[in-house]
C-alpha cells in the first residue's frame, strides 16, 4: 500500500470522527440527496430526516466534498430545525474547496439546534468563525463549537442568542489577546454549559457570568483550564445537578457542594485538592456518580450515599471505609475500616467536615478550633482570648502559660487541659471546668466532665479550693502542687509552703 493511499484512508478516518445518522430518501431530503449524487458530492450528507409533510427538519454536512453550491442548495430548506456542519481540514492530499463557516446558516429562522466542529489533519489546529457568523436566528436553543478558535467578536455574537439553552464549546482556543465572557450574562436562560479546554488557554476562576444564571443552571463543565481558585458563590447553584471540573489545579472546593442536594454527577478528577471530605456530602440524596481520582490528598471518610453507583478515589488518599458499597467493590483502595465506636465521641479523630470538638474531632493540621466549634485559621478561630480550643486544635496565644495555677488576666492561660475557675485557678474538675460555675473560656478549657474520684459520694472529704481560699474556715484543700498558707490562701514558694503552712490543706516545705 503506497503513502498516497494511506492518507487516503486517514482522510476517510478524519471524516468518520463525525457520526454518521439516518439518510432518509424521502422528500426534501430526496432532492438533496439526488442533487448531492448529481454533483458527485454525496459523501458530504451525513444525515437528514424529514417530518411527516415531507419537509427536513434534520440536516447534517460535513465539508469534505462539498461545494458552495451544495451548501446553497442543502440550507435553502428554511423547515431545518436541526443542522450540524463537521468542517474538515487540509491534508498533504486534499484541500477541502468550501473552507467557511456557511453564511446561509443565518437564514435559517427556524434553526433550533446547530452544532458546528473543526477536525483536522494536525490536531493542534483550529479553525475560527468570522465575525458576525453566530448571529442566527434568536429561536437557537442549543449550540454546541468544537475545535474552533474563538474570539471576543464570537462571544458578543452568541450573547444575541438570548434563548439560547444550551452552550457546549468543546476544545477550543482564543487568540493571544484576551476576552471576556461577561456578554453571557444576557444568557438568562441557559440551563447547560460545557466549555472543555485541555489547556489550551487558561483561566483563574470560573467565569462570573455562571453566577449570573444560577436560577436554571442544571449542568456546568469547565475542564482543563487551569483554575486554581473557587468562589464560594459556587454555592448559590441550587439547581446544579453535573458538575465537571476536571484537569484544574484547584486545591479546595468540596465544602462548596454540600448544599447542592440536587447533584447527580460530580467529577473533580485531576486537580490538587488536599482536604478532608465532608461527611454531609452523604445528604446528596441524588448523587450516583463521584469522580476524586488524581488529586494531592483526601482524607476522612468514603462517602455512603444510598444511590452512588459509581465513586472513585485514589488509593493514597487518608481515607477510611465507613461500609462495603457496591461503588468501591470493583476497585483495589484497600481503605481501613472507619472506627465505628467513635461515633459518639470522635474527639481524638480528625474533623471531615469543618466542625471540630466533642463528637466532631479534631482540626486539621494548620487550623483552629474556634470557641464555637468550627476549624478555621482567623485570628477568632485561633486566638486564645477568643476561646479557641486547644485540646481539639493549635491554638496562638499572646499570653503566656501560668506557673503557679493562677490564671486569669494578669495571670496568663492554664496549660493545656486544664480550665481556669471563676475565681482564677487552674484545675479539671466541675467546679473548675463547667460554665455554669464561671469557667473562664480566654483561659483555659471548659464544659469537661472530669470529676475527683468520690467527691460527690462524700460530702465529709475536703473539696478542692477554686477560689484561692483554704484552710479551716471553708475546708478546702488546695490544689495538688500548692500549699495553703497560715493566713488561709494556696500557692507556691517560702510565703506558703514555709512557716505557718498547714499541712493538713495542701503541701508544705
Not at 475536703?462 to 478546702?476: A, H
Amino acid at each position: 500500500m503506497n503513502f498516497k493511499n494511506i492518507i487516503k484512508i486517514f482522510n476517510l478516518a478524519i471524516l468518520v470522527t463525525h457520526t454518521y445518522g439516518k439518510i432518509d430518501k424521502s422528500g426534501d431530503c430526496k432532492d438533496i440527496f439526488d442533487y448531492f449524487t448529481e454533483k458527485n458530492i454525496v459523501s458530504s450528507i451525513t444525515e437528514c430526516d424529514v417530518d411527516s409533510k415531507g419537509k427536513v427538519t434534520t440536516l447534517g454536512l460535513n465539508s469534505y466534498e462539498i461545494t458552495d453550491e451544495g451548501v446553497k442548495k442543502a440550507l435553502s430548506y428554511n423547515t431545518i430545525t436541526n443542522l450540524q456542519y463537521h468542517k474538515v481540514g487540509a491534508t498533504p492530499y486534499h484541500s477541502p474547496e468550501y473552507n467557511k463557516f456557511p453564511p446561509e446558516i443565518g437564514n435559517l429562522t427556524n434553526l433550533e439546534e446547530l452544532t458546528f466542529g473543526y477536525s483536522g489533519y494536525r490536531t493542534y489546529a483550529r479553525s475560527s468563525i468570522e465575525g458576525g457568523s453566530l448571529k442566527v436566528s434568536k429561536s437557537l436553543k442549543r449550540l454546541s463549537l468544537g475545535g474552533i478558535e474563538i474570539s471576543q467578536t464570537n462571544i458578543d455574537d452568541i450573547s444575541t442568542l438570548t434563548n439560547l439553552e444550551k452552550l457546549e464549546m468543546i476544545y477550543m482556543n482564543r487568540p493571544s489577546a484576551a476576552f471576556s465572557f461577561d456578554p453571557l450574562r444576557n444568557l438568562k436562560k441557559l440551563s447547560y454549559i460545557e466549555i472543555k479546554n485541555e489547556a489550551y488557554f487558561q483561566l483563574n476562576d470560573l467565569p462570573d457570568f455562571i453566577y449570573s444564571v444560577y436560577s436554571t443552571l442544571k449542568h456546568l463543565g469547565f475542564s482543563g483550564h487551569g483554575i486554581s481558585n473557587i468562589s464560594n458563590k459556587l454555592s448559590s447553584l441550587s439547581n446544579l445537578e453535573y458538575i465537571d471540573l476536571s484537569g484544574n489545579e484547584i486545591k479546595s472546593v468540596l465544602k462548596y457542594l454540600v448544599n447542592l442536594t440536587k447533584l447527580t454527577y460530580i467529577d473533580l478528577s485531576r486537580n490538587e485538592i488536599d482536604e478532608n471530605l465532608p461527611e454531609s456530602l452523604n445528604n446528596l440524596k441524588n448523587l450516583t456518580i463521584i469522580n476524586l481520582e488524581d488529586n494531592k490528598n483526601i482524607s476522612g471518610k468514603t462517602l455512603t450515599n444510598s444511590n452512588l453507583s459509581i465513586c472513585l478515589y485514589d488509593k493514597t488518599y487518608s481515607l477510611c471505609m465507613v461500609k462495603n458499597m457496591k461503588c468501591l467493590e470493583k476497585n483495589d483502595y484497600s481503605f481501613n475500616s472507619c472506627n465505628s465506636n467513635n461515633s459518639e465521641d470522635n474527639s481524638q479523630g480528625i474533623s471531615v467536615d469543618g466542625r471540630c470538638g466533642k463528637n466532631y474531632g479534631k482540626c486539621p493540621s494548620g487550623e483552629c478550633c474556634s470557641k464555637y466549634g468550627w476549624c478555621g485559621k482567623s485570628d477568632k478561630h485561633c486566638s486564645i482570648t477568643e476561646g479557641c480550643q486547644s485540646q481539639f486544635s493549635e491554638c496562638n496565644t499572646d499570653i503566656s502559660i501560668s506557673t503557679d495555677s493562677r490564671c486569669g488576666k494578669g495571670h496568663g492561660i492554664c496549660k493545656s487541659g486544664y480550665c481556669c475557675s471563676k475565681y482564677g485557678w487552674c484545675g479539671t474538675t466541675n467546679d473548675y471546668c463547667s460554665i455554669s460555675s464561671g469557667c473562664q473560656e480566654k483561659f483555659g478549657i471548659c464544659n469537661m466532665q472530669t470529676e475527683v474520684a468520690n467527691n460527690s459520694n462524700n460530702s465529709n472529704q475536703p473539696k478542692i479550693s477554686v477560689d484561692g481560699k483554704c484552710g479551716p474556715s471553708n475546708g478546702k484543700i488546695c490544689p495538688s502542687g500548692q500549699c495553703c498558707s497560715k493566713y488561709g490562701w494556696c500557692g507556691k514558694g517560702n510565703d506558703y509552703c514555709g512557716s505557718g503552712c498547714q499541712k493538713e490543706f495542701g503541701g508544705c516545705n
